[in-house]
């Protein structure tokens, strides 16, 4: 079991309903516009965002980002104490009772992929109403580090719905949030292990690429190049 | 020999540990009074809203705390450069102030760990660095040889020290428990105990320095490890952050020492100064030299993401650090060191007007040199406040030769190793802070998410100069419980 993801940029559409779902799913606070101002921003899923030329003659190219859930990931080398790890079934998790909050592994992302709990959310009181109560993604303390973990919450209790019916995961069963809710369906979320898997089809693909491939981070998350 | 009674007695060193006057509580207060300003802001600003208070952003975690604990463990080499000079060459000049030397490394090693302390979003989960150390991390590499190397140092410390303060217990009936406490209680002060001293600290001496080349090397692959930001890694790091700690080690050392001199007088003989003007003046070109090969090598191959991070080093928005390091910080530190020490006042004009002369033929020639002169150097167009950089290149090299001309050949050896230490320190600072800040700001995917921003906070400056107080008020109660020079130094006088 090895859990990818595979985003094809010719059915994104930049609509950034990923980056939403992700917020909501896993209780990653909002900014103000003044702490967004300032940098103080956290999303596990981001929008990389490049624009050239002058309006109106411009191009533009859009990478939604989440963890790309390195093979050999930088961030678990560097750990002091631990806090971030690789899961048997691939994910890079983040045991949050642990970290010191001392950014060696945000450092050590080449992708920007960790966020830092620099202080506590301003939000409206009613936002409490749309948090998702699942314990697993309970909001994070300030000072430590956060980032996307696949929806370990949703693969777990999948994984464990199977294993309870006696019988192997299907694919396409687990979806992370960003997936269920891209509107131009171009993320696909699976087990890459599995040949079968439409991640696993979709990796082969000539137009399949990673993110700073050269660096040997072996990421998880492939990206399908705009036609 | 000296004796510690009669006309020998070497007051100079005795009467700082004499009584509390009333400058040194002033000074006691204001060190007390910067350290709670410092404090103030780290628990009731930093840890009571986050991070947040300092100028840290998503697209740099690592800001002024750790450029300052990059640069303490640095300085800390210092005293075992002097004391292994002292004690393994038995390079005499340095005896009296190795002890100096070693008290700086310990209460520089001590402030740096303070600067990570503060550094981390989670001070009260510190402990899980003891308590969950993962070893592959090069973090914890660095907590252990740190902490290796503060037994050491003290160690060291203790057995160079402990013959004097047994010797004080005489001097000082009144503290005699004191110094008792502080020897340990070990008092036998026979020709065979003292003879063990110096044995075992001369081993001492031989192991601290590899240790010493470890800590160096460790703090820069913690650094130079990471595959994420271009410029980093590169097998340069090591040996030009153990030069780079030598250089500025030393420099600490002569600070002190002339600060200890000024405030104490203490008796500090030009053989002294010179002696660490030499070790700098020859550490400092090999320092030029890695920074020089590391550029070419970046340079020649134009490779993408470090050749970017170079131009903004060299013509971007860390210029200004960056040339002030290689002028201000390198070259006329150096000048300073090796500059004949008597100038006839003819040369000295001639000298200056050639200089002034040079620079503004250059600034007159330059508009109308060749495009292909120009572009030597690419990039050189960017302009700073209006005026082009070539201007503010050569107006520094003018000054620089003007001051060396004028200056250095009128004044005495204390004052040109004195501040050619404090233009060396603030050179490597700023090379420290180039080092630490511009791989963050400049990162990979740099065309996505944009070239990074990164200004201090008050609340940041405030606890880092608390930090430093700190250092300050462990040197004043350092100065009152050990003698700063050996008592008995064998033929300490010409």
Partial sequence: MRWGMVIDLDKCTACQSCAVACKTENNVPFATPEQSERGHTIFWMDILTRVWGEYPRTKARFIPRPCMQCDSPPCVQVCPVGATYRRPDGIVAQNYDRCIGCKYCMVACPYGARSFNMGRPEEPETFRNYANPDGRVARRRVGIVEKCTFCFQRVDTAVARARAEGRPIKDGEVRTACAQTCTGGAIAFGDLDDPMSRVARLAESPRAFRLLDELGTKPKVLYLMEG | ?494
């Fill in chain 2, 1 to 494: 020999m000296r004796s510690l009674v009669g006309p020998d007695r070497p007051e100079h060193i005795l009467r700082p540990l004499e009584g509390i006057g009333g400058t040194y509580l002033l000074a006691l207060a204001g060190f007390l009074a910067v350290v709670a300003l410092g404090a103030y802001h780290l628990v009731f600003n930093q840890w009571a809203r986050g991070l947040e208070v300092t100028g840290l952003n998503s697209s740099i975690y690592w800001g002024l705390y750790i450029i300052n604990f990059v640069f303490l463990v640095g300085v800390s080499a210092g005293g075992i450069i002097v004391a292994a000079l002292a004690h393994i060459l038995e390079f005499k000049a340095f005896r009296p102030i190795s002890r100096m030397a070693e008290m700086q490394a310990i209460v520089w090693l001590i402030l740096a760990t303070l600067f990570i302390f503060v550094s981390i979003g989670s001070p009260d989960r510190f402990y899980y660095l003891l308590l969950y150390p993962r070893l592959g991390s090069p973090l914890i590499w660095d907590v252990i040889i740190i902490a290796t190397y503060l037994i050491l140092a003290m160690a060291m410390g203790y057995l160079g020290t402990r013959a004097d303060l047994v010797r004080c217990m005489a001097v000082f009936p009144g503290r005699r428990w004191l110094f008792r406490l502080l020897a340990l209680g070990y008092t036998d002060i026979s020709p065979a105990a003292l003879a063990r001293d110096r044995r075992l600290l001369k081993t001492l001496s031989w192991v601290a320095i590899p240790t010493a080349v470890l800590l160096h090397s460790i703090t820069a692959w913690i650094l130079g490890l990471v595959k994420a930001r271009a410029s980093w890694h590169t097998s340069l790091m090591a040996p030009l952050f153990v030069v780079s700690a030598v250089v500025s080690g030393v420099a600490l050392v002569a600070i002190g020492v002339l600060v200890a001199r000024a405030v104490w007088r203490i008796e500090i003989r030009e053989e002294v100064a010179r002696g660490l003007g030499t070790v700098l003046a020859f550490s400092i070109p090999v320092l030029g030299y890695f920074l020089f090969a590391e550029f070419l090598t970046i340079a020649f191959s134009g490779e993408t993401a470090t050749f970017e991070i170079v131009m903004e080093l060299v013509w971007g928005r860390f210029a200004p650090f960056f040339w002030a390091n290689l002028i201000l910080g390198l070259l006329l530190p150096l000048f300073l060191l090796v500059m004949p020490p008597r100038l006839s006042v003819g040369w000295a004009f001639a000298r200056a007007a050639a200089a002034t002369a040079f620079g503004a033929a250059m600034l007159v020639i330059w508009p109308w040199a060749g495009s292909d002169v120009q572009m030597l150097l690419p990039a050189w167009f960017p302009e700073w406040g209006g005026v082009s950089q070539p201007f503010w290149i050569l107006a520094g090299l003018v000054s620089l030769i003007l001051v060396l001309t004028v200056v250095v050949p009128s004044t005495s050896v204390f004052v040109r190793v004195g501040t050619a230490a404090l233009l060396v320190a603030g050179g490597v600072f700023l090379e420290r802070t180039n080092i630490v800040v511009l791989p963050q700001l400049h990162r990979f995917l740099v065309e996505f998410y944009g070239p990074g921003r990164y200004v201090p906070t008050w609340p940041e400056v405030a606890v880092t100069i608390g930090i430093y107080a700190v250092g300050g008020l462990a040197f004043l109660v350092l100065a009152k419980l050990f003698p700063l020079v050996e008592l008995e130094l064998p033929d300490e006088r010409p």
